[in-house]
């Protein structure tokens, strides 16, 4: 199986929505569909993601005869006999030679946004197929995910900018502060490409190569992010306990001049750094220029209180300086980097942590792996598509929900524009909105794509207000 779904769009759907034809009023013509962040942990989101799906899914002829057949043959099974809308997509099929007869406009990625505000909007472009706006909904919603990965990586990325704005000189290494870790604890190769690509719209540290495949194909960027020689628990307790000192120094000696990482919690953080880097080693790595530093790795117990036990042990043996802010600096060839236990709100946590402790930010960098790709879901950020508006008989009628069980869940009605005003984003509802206003682009129709981003443009987007705040 090359895919799970053998790559048939028909096939990616919810069962349900295969059944949806027959459920709109007789005389349905068009259907307007819409999506949104409804709320979560987070004011603002970054928009990105739905260019992969569109490339990924839906360009050209993505209907055969192959695949009408063999999606009838399952969701016969599956259904029954008389569900699956064959005469639809076999119409689609002739009619427009397999290509969607539909329009997406959205927000150019990158955009950063405040919540409850509409990202995209989805309406066909053939009354004949207005069943198809939401049958997508299925594949169009995944977009959840990198929007949440992008948001997240963000507001770390906005965490360690206060930081650094209070305790360091310059924020040159700022791309670099944040390392994706997450590709092993990822769900699947896909989900890694997805969500470590997402990351790299704020950050160019990964150790996630699938990223860099996903960004290559999907996104223009021929190398979107870098990442240096580092050692794993493995290959330093190969060695043995007793010849710890011994991998230290062999890592040293086979990567002279790059930076290179050091997993040293083995066995004792505490003597690895007093004793091994601090003192056998230490006119090793007093030989290193700035250009390539020795990055110690603690990769256990409380965060802050070892990354900050850790800075005094290395600040005693090495030496200090301190920057035009009053804040303590290792030397330029020593640097820390914490990778475990990393979340949105550690981040704060450990760097408050130095900051009581007189240490600047720029002497640490994060790694982080399922706080970052992982443990999130589509309700993190209550991503939701709704239905809108709809064209029956002719008649245009505003579409809506509104649970008295959950009035959070209110969906919004009409044709929708987002707009500027006052220098904000809003969303306007009921036709009442601008079209030369409106801040949603198409970006896909018949099957063509009409803009193609670049993830430099994209970055741009998503940094401005960050850095210049």
């Known amino acids: 199986m090359s895919h799970p779904c053998n790559d048939n769009f028909l096939l990616a759907t919810d069962s349900y929505k295969v059944t949806h034809w027959k459920q709109y009023p007789p005389g349905t013509e068009y259907v307007h569909g819409y999506f949104e962040s409804r709320g979560g942990k987070f004011e603002e989101i970054v928009f990105y993601g739905l260019q992969y799906i569109i490339k990924r899914w839906m360009l050209g002829q993505v209907v055969t005869a192959e695949k009408i057949e063999e999606a009838k043959a399952i969701y016969d099974a599956h259904l029954g006999p008389e569900c699956f809308n064959e005469e639809g997509w ?15 406009k959205a927000v150019p990625e990158g955009s950063v946004v405040p919540y409850r505000n509409v990202l995209f909007t989805v309406v066909n472009t053939d009354p004949k197929c207005y069943w198809l706006t939401t049958y997508v909904e299925t594949l169009l919603v995944e977009v959840w995910y990198p929007i949440t990965v992008a948001t997240i990586s963000r507001e770390m990325k906005k965490t ?12 040159d290494r700022l791309p670099f502060k944040l ?11 896909e989900s890694a490409a997805i969500g ?46 007793e010849r710890e ?42 030989s290193r220029g700035k250009d390539s530093p020795l990055v110690i790795r603690p990769d256990s117990g409380d965060p802050p209180t070892v990354v900050c036990k850790v800075l005094k042990i290395l600040g005693d043996r090495f030496g200090t300086t301190t920057n035009s802010k009053g804040y303590k600096m290792l030397p330029p060839f020593l640097r820390v980097i914490q990778g475990d236990g990393i979340t949105c709100d550690t981040i ?27 443990k999130h879901n589509r309700d993190t950020l209550k991503c939701a598509f709704k239905c809108s508006y709809a064209v029956i008989n002719g008649e245009g009628i505003n579409v809506y929900k509104d649970p008295i069980t959950d009035h959070g869940k209110l969906s919004k009605k009409g044709k929708l524009t987002l707009e500027m005003e ?9 036709g009442a909105g601008c079209q030369d206003k409106n801040l949603l682009v198409a970006v896909f129709k018949n099957g063509e794509l009409l803009i193609d981003y670049n993830l430099d443009d994209i970055r741009e987007r998503a940094k401005t207000d960050i850095v210049n705040k």
Not at 94 to 102: A, D, F, M, Q, V
Not at 160 to 171: C, F, G, R, S
Not at 219 to 233: D, L
Request: a negative charge.
């Open 179 to 189: 390392h994706d870790f997450g590709f092993r604890g990822a769900s699947s190769v």
């Open 160 to 171: 360690i900018v206060k930081y650094l704005a209070e305790t360091a000189d310059n924020m």
């Open 196 to 241: 470590g690509s997402a990351h790299l719209v704020n950050f160019k540290g990964t150790d996630t190569i699938a990223a860099l495949v996903a960004a290559r194909q999907y996104y223009n960027c021929p190398m979107a992010g870098f990442s240096i020689p580092a050692a794993e628990h493995s290959t330093i307790t190969a060695w043995g306990k």
């Open 348 to 374: 704060g946590t450990i760097l408050e942590a130095m900051k009581q402790e007189q240490w600047s930010a720029e002497n640490l960098t994060f790694g982080c792996g399922g706080g970052l790709l992982q």
């Open 90 to 104: 076999r119409y689609i099929l002739e009619k427009h030679g397999g290509r969607l007869p539909i329009e997406i």
């Open 422 to 430: 006052d220098g904000k984003y809003v969303t306007k509802t009921e």
């Open 245 to 286: 000192v011994d991998a230290f120094k062999n890592m040293l000696d086979s990567f002279p001049k790059s930076p290179v990482a050091c997993v040293s919690d083995s066995y004792n953080i505490w003597e690895a750094c007093e004793k091994y880097w601090g003192e056998e080693l230490k006119d090793s790595i007093e």
